[in-house]
């Protein structure tokens, strides 16, 4: 099979209202999301040795519980061609049984077959075999009866089972199910080494002589490919598949220099991404980017501070924006977002002339 598109998605939000372990069998109540997120976190780094492509569905900060819908459609728009989601289970109030159960909604027999050798693959590193009477369930769960591709939900042990939950909340739980999930996607779905691609391990692509084009300094775009780390780390702090993003800087026209801000516009994880994966984010019409834009109702705003630094996100540290550096007092702008910067102050994003977009601190800008 050539190249496999895989949709993760880790169930919940760190802040979801009531799925945690419980209590008694870990004091720390550890949230679901952590633990799902955990498992995905590690498919995914594991994956980039893989010729494959991974979009995370989830807020991968844990901030936002992204809703099932614009899960499904982040996965139905990027075409994947399989779809994964973990999620811990509960609902047996401490009792000691409990154990993994793979969910699908296939109507193939191959389909079929894949959720009983995932289930199979996962337990057989986990060993976390429980007491459920069927293990592998066909059940229209909404992320399985609306993605168009195939996809599983594993229900990944019990946080209030006196057996599983001490189990789950192990690392060596979430490595071990990450390895059966990964001999699942090798020896069953086909999925391949990336072929050599010289430099082995040289994260960094070299960087051609041209012009950015239209992903100059502070487009901002959405990275539909491969985010490739700018050193060390193993992908560790890079902007997840999916996210909005700003060109910070470019390397010519195969590769922008991106940083995330998926949820917080402040925030400074560095990427880098090629053009080709690069979708600019339409100036007039952001809200066809569902679920990574929120519509923002756009007002007037006068400038009331002399030579206010127009920067390309917000911060104090960050970047001036290069096609308009500065507002002058008086100066009319459209503010046309918000967001926090690092230090928690409030920003406004605004279009400068009708084209110019940027950001400045919101105590220099009033309402006209
Ligand atoms: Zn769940």
Not at 55 to 74: E, I, K, N, P
Not at 255 to 266: D, L, M, R
């Amino acid at each position: 099979m050539s190249e496999i598109k895989i949709a993760l998605d880790a169930g919940h939000g760190l802040h979801t209202m009531g799925r945690r372990c419980m209590e008694e069998f870990d004091p720390a109540q550890t949230r679901e999301w952590q633990l799902n997120n955990r498992i995905m976190d590690k498919l995914e780094e594991e994956l980039e040795a893989y010729d494959c492509r991974v979009l995370r569905v989830d807020d991968t900060t844990g901030a936002q519980d992204t809703g099932l819908s614009v899960r499904v459609m982040q996965a139905n728009r990027w075409g994947a061609n399989l779809y994964l989601s973990m999620h811990h289970n509960g609902g047996i109030g401490g009792k000691s049984g409990g154990g993994t159960v793979v969910y699908h909604d296939c109507t193939t027999e191959k389909g079929r077959r894949l959720a009983d050798r995932l289930y199979e693959q996962i337990v057989a590193k986990t060993q976390l075999v429980g007491n459920r009477s069927s293990k592998v369930v066909q059940r229209a769960y909404y992320v399985l009866a609306n993605t168009k591709m195939r996809a599983y939900l594993v229900e990944n042990g019990f946080m209030d089972s006196a057996a599983d939950t001490p189990v789950i909340i192990t690392e060596a739980h979430a490595d071990k199910t990450v390895h059966g999930i990964l001999d699942w996607l090798k020896q069953d779905c086909g999925l391949t080494a990336k072929p050599e691609a010289g430099g082995g391990g040289a994260d960094r692509p070299e960087e051609p002589d041209t012009d950015p084009g239209d992903l100059a300094v502070g487009t901002e775009v959405v990275v539909n490919g491969t985010i490739y780390g700018t050193g060390s780390g193993k992908g560790k702090g890079i902007p997840k598949v999916g996210a909005l993003m700003y060109v910070t800087g470019y390397a010519g026209d195969r590769y922008a220099f991106c940083w995330g801000v998926s949820k917080t516009p402040g925030g400074a994880r560095q990427g880098w991404a090629r053009a080709e994966d690069l979708q600019v984010v339409p100036d007039k019409d952001e809200s066809q980017i569902d679920g990574i834009t929120s519509s923002y109702r756009e007002w007037p705003a006068i400038c009331i501070e002399p030579e206010t630094n127009v920067r390309i996100c917000p911060g104090v540290d960050k970047d001036i924006l290069a096609a308009w550096p500065k507002l002058g007092r008086g100066n009319e702008v459209d503010v046309i977002g918000e967001g926090p910067a690092p230090n928690g102050k409030l920003w406004y994003r605004v279009r400068i002339a009708g084209v110019h977009k940027g950001w400045v601190y919101s105590g220099y800008l009033k309402r006209r």
